[in-house]
């Protein structure tokens, strides 16, 4: 091979001694720079030792930077790696430091390189974790449509409960507008409970009353769906063939046998 196809298989790869110990050493310089962010955000860490972490950084970015530029020469299909997740999150990483030539403070948003962490399953095969993360994959889009419908339900009704409490309670109780009551409901509504701005009058405190009951149900109901959807994505596939003997459906995927008679099932299986 030449040298592309070798740094390619050291890259992309990890079935090889090599490869495993590049995506190793990838992971350790992940959370290296990661931790030098969080330090550098510390205001006695970044006094004493600015110009330290300021160096580290750009080494770290250097580095990734360098890397990236490898993986776009090295990849069989640059677009395709570039347009993946793993491609734009790697893109994100580096444009951080850069970013704060111009933008004062935008080098923090370098914690993004924690999702490159996310590589952890593929390099140790992690095979059973990815499976289960599938399973969630498919519970959130089979959820989609409902909770797309409850948060534009929930939307209407902070809009409501937000436009009567500007009316009950009005500016002198901190309601200047109706943005502001909204914000109230939602904070209400969510039982964060901020208390920068609170009902005054016997009316506008009744009304949060039910507002903040009304919340402890609203909470409910998106867990409920993604939990009942998620079980469904980890329920195996149902088999449809009846015993011609007893009739008995609901069989395992891989019986050969009636579950109730004992009967030899048929070998054509109809799976939903």
Same mark, same amino acid.
């Given at each position: ?17 090599l490869a495993r110990g590049f995506d190793v050493a990838l992971l350790v310089a992940i959370l290296a720079s990661v931790?030098?962010?969080l330090l550098e955000s510390v205001a006695s860490v970044r006094a004493q030792y600015v110009e330290v972490l300021r ?8 580095? &990734? ?31 951080? +430091?850069?970013?704060?030539?111009? !933008? /004062? ?18 390099? &140790? ?11 969630? @994959? ?22 409501? #409960? ?17 943005? #502001?009551? !909204? ?11 901020? @208390?920068?701005?609170?009902p005054g009058t016997a009316l506008g405190k009744a009304l949060a009353s039910v507002v903040m009951i009304l919340g402890?149900?609203? !909470? %409910?109901?998106?867990?409920? #769906?993604?939990? +009942? ?12 063939? /009846?015993?011609?003997?007893? @009739?008995?459906? @609901?069989?395992?995927?891989? %019986? ?17």
């Amino acid at each position: 091979m030449n040298l592309r196809d070798q740094l390619g298989d050291i890259i992309f790869e990890t079935n090889t001694p090599l490869a495993r110990g590049f995506d190793v050493a990838l992971l350790v310089a992940i959370l290296a720079s990661v931790s030098l962010v969080l330090l550098e955000s510390v205001a006695s860490v970044r006094a004493q030792y600015v110009e330290v972490l300021r160096a580290a950084e750009w080494g770290f970015t250097i580095l &990734f930077t360098v890397e990236y530029g490898l993986r776009l020469w090295t990849a069989r299909k640059p677009w395709a790696y570039a347009r993946s997740f793993y491609g734009v999150i790697d893109l994100l990483a580096i444009l951080p +430091t850069y970013a704060s030539l111009f !933008i /004062a403070g935008s080098q923090y948003l370098l914690v993004v390189r924690a999702l490159r962490l996310l590589r952890v399953f593929r390099v &140790f095969k992690a095979v059973r974790y990815l499976g289960e993360a599938n399973v969630l @994959g498919r519970a959130l889009r089979a959820s989609r449509e409902k909770i797309t419908v409850f948060l534009f339900t929930v939307l209407t009704l902070v809009l409501v #409960i937000g436009s009567i409490m500007y009316l009950v309670e009005g500016p002198e109780n901190g309601f200047d507008s109706i943005p #502001i009551a !909204i914000y109230w409901a939602i904070v209400t509504l969510t039982t964060v409970g901020y @208390g920068d701005v609170a009902p005054g009058t016997a009316l506008g405190k009744a009304l949060a009353s039910v507002v903040m009951i009304l919340g402890y149900g609203i !909470i %409910a109901v998106p867990t409920g #769906i993604v939990t +009942t959807e998620i079980s469904r994505a980890s329920r195996p596939p149902r088999d449809l063939r /009846a015993c011609s003997q007893c @009739g008995a459906t @609901g069989h395992e995927p891989d %019986a050969r046998y009636c579950r109730k008679c004992g009967a030899e099932l048929e070998e054509e299986v109809e799976k939903t």
